[in-house]
């Protein structure tokens, strides 16, 4: 199975920092990773998929990047509402397969 | 687009359950569907995809011979048969659409396997 390792796996920000969270695939997926945020009690959201491609509806503060092995998720600007666990998920080879998650606090 | 669970429950060790999830407001036989969980306090796991179909499914290792994908076009209702249920089997099940990212997910059932 393909190991999705995201780092950090908690970090603590304040309003209009620039965030990046990491994920790190244990072999190639081309861009098939998405990432999701997820707040307590609530089923996961889309954010991101192919990569790069900002799903419908989400802030344009949200990006992605990356290829093959490493990949990151940008807040450009944080918000008081982007308080949530972060995941990330690879759909290149089965099973498919998501990070342990990174939780961000605001400060 | 909406997506609503049921069938969630508490279960002997050894039981089975039948989840089920029902599809509204979109074309229900167009997408692949998926099935993944959480356990508590835990991170998410994917476990199952069915094609638009239904003639092709996958599953995550930790279920496969246990579990079973299977849909309903004309019901608009997706469905998971659980056998062998397992106390690592405690989670909350969502249904989500889509083939390899998930855009839609129902609310979740919560399923506790205990004795």
């Known amino acids: 199975d393909i190991q999705m390792t995201q780092s950090p796996s908690s970090v603590s920000a304040s309003v209009g920092d620039r965030v990046t969270i990491t994920c790190r695939a244990s072999?190639?997926?081309?861009?098939?990773l998405a990432w999701y945020q997820q707040k307590p009690g609530t089923a996961p959201k889309l954010l991101i998929y192919?990569?790069?491609t900002l799903q419908t509806g989400v802030p344009s503060r949200f990006s992605g990047s990356g290829s093959e092995t490493d990949f990151t998720l940008t807040i450009s600007s944080l918000q008081p509402e982007d308080s949530a666990t972060y995941y990330c998920?690879?759909?290149?080879?089965?099973?498919?397969?998501f990070g342990q998650g990174t939780k961000l606090e605001i400060k | 687009v909406q997506l609503v669970e049921s069938g969630g429950g508490l279960v002997k060790p050894g039981g089975s359950l039948r989840l089920s999830c029902a599809a509204s407001?979109?074309?229900?036989?167009?997408?692949?569907m998926t099935w993944i969980r959480q356990a508590p306090g835990k991170g998410l796991e994917w476990i199952s995809y069915?094609?638009?179909?239904?003639?092709?499914?996958n599953y995550a290792d930790s279920v496969k011979g246990r579990f079973t994908i299977s849909r309903d076009n004309a019901k608009n209702s997706l469905y998971l048969h659980m056998n062998g249920l397992r106390g690592e089997d405690t989670a909350v099940y969502y249904c989500?659409?889509?083939?390899?990212?998930?855009?839609?997910w129902g609310q979740g059932t919560l399923v506790t396997v205990s004795s």
């Open positions: 989500a659409r889509g083939q390899y990212s998930y855009g839609y």
């Open positions: 407001r979109f074309i229900f036989s167009d997408y692949y």
């Open positions: 069915i094609s638009d179909t239904g003639g092709y499914t």
């Open positions: 072999q190639g997926i081309r861009s098939w």
């Open positions: 192919a990569a790069s």
């Open positions: 998920q690879q759909a290149n080879n089965f099973p498919y397969t």
